[in-house]
């Protein structure tokens, strides 16, 4: 999967201080919910009714809803949704390179691009650089420009993530809402772009591997015969044989 | 991350929150900026120029599981591990063979995706219901300990978070609070229950043993068992005990290169042991004739010469069909010296065997004679004279005693005299043409359907030895072995093509499926090879024909062809077993640091395999008597497998805790009060009856286990074989147990039998993890562990002969801790609170009689005796478990783990019967490691890090110091009388310190440990130093034994290796026979064997989840079917199925491959039940993992106890968890997949 350079020129929606304000609203409530979390969710409430109403309304909703169920209830549902399932990783370069070696590298860019803009990931129970809320922060707080367009190369991870929450019917997407209302809106083909993409799925070591994606090889379906006893695997039509795709030749010369 | 409360959002809102960073601290600036991102143009190129632009290299491996030992380099940049790669400095092994480097496989090529893997586990857990309760008790008590007996104590509230388990619902806390939680726990079970209600669980410490003594030293100090794991992941091979009077002690992978005849059976080499396999690929090259045995056909099998297709659970027969051939044509058509020689010094062929009067004509073999039994001869008044096994002398034709036996190894008599050395002595190896006399004996045979016993006559040649009558082991065995020689009386087979009784060939190729030409074949070369090459003949055994109940009986026929032919104790001979334990090297060290020897003996070690057997209520879904599961020899009539487990226990020959009806604490107490010595009180109460073993009432809430920790393992996602069961008995939580319990006809008689069996018997689940897994989702409490690269530690394997290290590449992120670090800040917490609630108390300790001591020769001539029914006294050592009693002070438990204890000096070292006076290696580590000032440890050496340990394992044991392998062998001449010091002589300086491991592999030193010779460069091969020695093996005749003579073994029909089929599952437990179709919910469903090998793409559950490892296998759960099966129930290749017994549900998709042999399916080894695995059709809930269809059966000869090689040590002999004779029905999935 490649990131996503269509909207690395364009301008933010909201004015700086909006962002600023939405991002780390965002950043705050995709991290853990911690104990002190209550007693700050009026002030909070108090901030997302400032934001423009596309980043606002959604995250009031989402305030309102951790203030209803409650702190313990929240937490159980955020390790349920965030710790113990992939789909929903917080990890944006988790999405972009996958389980390919890229992705120690795409860390340690993150890394430097911090420090080049003159802040230290805090060492201390460090999370991770590419860890949302980290670069939610980092735009908020550090560098809005280039806050800017590592959110946009992520996109394919947020709109997964958001996907991903969505089939959960998770509260958390309307904290993601929030955040996809700060970037540039998806139209004309940008949906089937990112379709595209998502397709893809994360980039994978190629060599080796033939046209067939498993072992069996699909011809031999064909020459399978049904028992005697009759019973037939249900809608089995053999397959037409098919090309198995480039072969390693063998014996011809390197 | 600071606290938001630091967040001043009263002020202007946003100029506050703003200020609520909490991940960024300002930072200085890199002057030359150089790694500036780039855009457009040749990004490209920066990965590949930042791929070397690395910041360090470091040196680690991979734990716990993996026997592959690699070391690798680690790639480390701005704190961020990058990759991995294959280190490649191992030592050289000479200039005439392959080399070690490189190592590595794609398993750990992969592992630095766990690093930062979404599914890393990064905080502490604990269950949201369990905190809130613990929360709001601390506050209601103000002392944790109250607040934890608050919850536990309350019905209501333990079923709730109990109930909980695997349902979700974790919350993040801090270390603080789960520590003091965990530690209020344990203080609490010891207070209420005794420290005898805690275990713990940690397998395989070669891989990483600091890790392992982490928590293991704890345990033991408070004294809590820690349970066993080679024979609950029954890759134990009891047949290594019952032969050699040792535990897998095997050949290093460099010494295939050696064999002249290489047999891979049920060992799919390249698959499991990819870094190895290279040695016997180039081997081929050498001239090396390779032959694979496997049911499929094998990624092994085409490297081979020759593929044995034999059937599942079949090999035993195979096995015998081949020392068929070879005792025919090489020990009877025609005698061969090399085998004569070899077998009259290190095997029992030629000791005597009396033979009982069965009444009816023929004849029972009996129990070997011994110069106790002899009227009248010098040795018959020696001491230990019922020790000491005979053998007729053919240079006087009269009955000798020769050296080397058991009670030569104990006592004064025996001084000099523990040797092999024949001296004039001529045993003679038949009694064939002794006298001419013979009678019928009548041997068992078990190859039909029910595997239930038929005897059949066959003669051998006798002689009269006072009023007894005796025949060899050899005539025994070319009796069993349908090995006929004119004039014996008997029914004999006719030939080789004679199916109709064992051990034909013919025999075997109906039984096995293999040619009978075939069988001939192997069988001839394999006995020719030997002579030509001098017992250069070498099998490697895998877990495909070890994992069976019957799996010892497998293992003997197997080991009889090393054996018999002269090729056990050589370089490139013998059995190579490599499944499951995998050497600790420095084991003396090892052992006496991670079970705190060093400070309290003697430990607590239990047997896994029984410990669930009974814990998870398996015992009563036994719906027959154990001798229906044997074999219906009418050994056990009548008798429940309980029964005879609750036997072994009162008999000392098993452990077993929790130990008795009460705290061991109470026991002690109780005897104080009562103003006897432990031993006394226990034995008159136990007389009485007023004290009872635990295992007597498994059901008593008193006699649960309540707390079992789990650190560098996966028992719910891998080795809980009846997993199910564990989660409805153990956890009380959803299960999918359909089987019935036991009626009263089968249940136990001296087992207490409540209606309802207990659920929900553990109070605390503790997991240390670094990747969430079904243990950690069962789990009430999780901790985060730091992985591989991310701490201290030390590695080693049988495969290779070299010690190396594990070295962290970066601190553990987010608040992940080393298994050492999270121990220690429990045993702190624990001993704080123990102030309070624990002081010091005395324990009463039970433990089983144990191997290589005198009290192995506790049952003579291995005839059962219970003092329960008043055939003799209870006698605690003896005829019962040894009791000693112990002080703890649970105070101090934190001091103690931190620093080395004084016992090391007082008392000396003791490992495999051979003792260390280690005063001066302990002065070493002081001045090394530093002292402890004040407090109990004042003036002992630290052991606060990781590293310490690491370097305190190895310099106090004789592998990695010279002093002390050279100071053992001195101690061992005294015993054999013969010269031995010299081996280790050539390194007695050198002493392998962490920071040599840490430069590069080292190799280990030649010490009285292990029973190979390295010395002088050469391949570790097991049992060389007994060969060439004159060592005797650790067995009650000094030799390796064929024949086994204990009561149980006996009754069993076992003294001899015999064939056994798998077990009949129909009969057992009306599950439907194997082949046959049904209709099951409207589809058709066909029963086929079960079995669980080790993966390719995973090491047990590790990896299993890896996502590389993942895409190049299938994904998720599968299991591999025939064509032919598929056919039969309409699957096509991918399709959904589920697989149901009794046992539990699997729901899993199909791979369809003509490599499967119809009527057996394969379901890889621990495939957790996280990765895509679907709500079953049948239950609607998630389906389970491979052994979810397993449950354990635990075979009686293997808990025999108290009698020479048959004496317990923890991992080296017990009943294991078989898994291989399970049969299931499959059938296609019809309803939509739902997660």
Known sequence: ?254 | MSDITSARLDGPLSDALVGTRRFFTRGRVSDDRRTLSLEGGRSGDSFYRDRWSHDKVVRSTHGVNCTGSCSWKVYVKDGIITWEAQQTDYPSTGADKPEYEPRGCPRGAAFSWYTYSPTRVRYPYVRGTLLEMFRAARQQYGDPVLAWASIVQDEEKARAYKAARGKGGLVRASWEDVVDLVAAAHVYTVKRFGPDRIAGFSPIPAMSPVSYASGARFHELIGAPMLSFYDWYADLPNASPQMFGDQTDVPESGDWWDAGYLIMWGSNVPLTRTPDAHWMVEARYRGQKVIAVAPDYADNVKFADEWVASAPGTDGALAMGMGHVVMREFFVDRQVDFFTDYNQRFTDLPYLVTLDDAGDGSFRPGKFLVAGDLEGHPEAGSENAMWKPAVLDGATGEVAIPNGSIGHRFGEEGEGRWNLDLGDIRPVLSLYGDTGEAVEVALPRFDNLEGSQVLERRGVPVRRVGDRLVTTVLDLMLAQYGVGRDGLPGAWPSGYDDPSAPATPAWAAEITGVPVEQIIRIGREWAQNAIDTQGRGMILMGAGINHWYHSDQIYRALLVLTSITGCQGRNGGGWAHYVGQEKVRPIMGFQHLAFALDWVRPPRHMNQTSYWYVHTSQYRYDTFDADAVNGATGAFTGRSTMDLLAQAVRLGWVPSYPQFDRSSLQVADEAAEAGMAAGEYVASRLKDGTLRFAVEDPEHPDNYPRILSLWRSNLLGSSAKGNEYFLKHLLGTDHAVKATQAAPEHRPQDVAWPEQAGEGKLDLLLTLDFRMTSSTLFSDVVLPAATWYEKHDINTTDMHPFIHSFNPAIAPPWQAKSDWEAWKAIARRFSQLAVDHLGTRKDVVTKPLWHDTPEAMATVHGRVQDWRTGEVEPVPGRTMPVVAEVERDYTTVYDKMTSIGPLLEKVGMLTKGVKYEVGREVDILRRRNGTVRGGIADGQPRIETDIQVADAIMHLSGVSNGHLATQGFRFLEKRTGTQLHDLSAEHEGKQITFADTQAAPVPVITSPEWSGSESGGRRYAPFTINIERSKPFHTLTGRQHFYLDHDWVQGMGESLPTYRPPLNMTTLFGEDPVGQQSDHDGAVAVAVRYLTPHSKWSIHSEYQDNLFMLSLSRGGQTIWMSDVDAAKIGVRDNDWIEAVNRNGVVACRAIVSHRMPEGTVFMHHAQDRLIDVPLTETDNKRGGIHNSLTRILLKPSHIVGGYAQFSYFFNYIGPIGSNRDEVTVIRRRTAPVTY
């Open chain 1, 1 to 254: 999967m490649m990131p996503w350079r269509r909207h690395r020129r364009s301008s933010p929606r909201f004015d700086a201080r909006a962002q600023a304000d939405a991002w780390q609203l965002c950043s705050l409530l995709l991290d853990y919910p911690r104990e002190d979390l209550p007693r700050h969710l009026a002030a909070l409430r108090e901030v997302a009714g400032n934001l423009p109403p596309s980043a606002g309304e959604p995250l009031s909703r989402f305030l309102e809803h951790a203030e209803a169920v409650g702190l313990p209830e929240l937490q159980r549902d955020y390790v349920d949704t965030f710790d113990v399932t992939r789909k929903c990783a917080l990890h944006l370069t988790y999405f972009l390179h996958g389980d390919t070696r890229n992705r120690g590298v795409a860390l340690v860019q993150f890394k430097q691009l911090y420090r080049q803009h003159g802040v230290e990931l805090d060492d201390a129970d460090a999370e991770l650089p590419d860890y949302l809320p980290v670069v939610l922060e980092f735009g908020a707080t550090v560098a809005p420009g280039t806050g800017w367009k590592v959110l946009n190369d992520h996109r394919v991870g947020i709109e997964l993530l958001r996907r991903a929450l969505d089939r959960r019917g998770s509260p958390w997407l309307d904290v993601v809402a929030a955040l996809r209302a700060t970037l540039p809106d998806l139209d004309g083909d940008d949906e089937q772009a990112l379709a595209r993409l998502i397709a893809q799925g994360p980039p994978q070591e190629t060599v080796g591997i033939d046209d067939a994606p498993y072992a069996m090889d699909p011809d031999l379906d064909g020459l399978r015969t049904p028992p005697a006893d009759g019973c037939a695997p249900p809608g089995s039509t053999p397959h037409a044989p098919q090309s198995l795709g480039p072969t390693i030749p063998v014996g011809a010369p390197r």
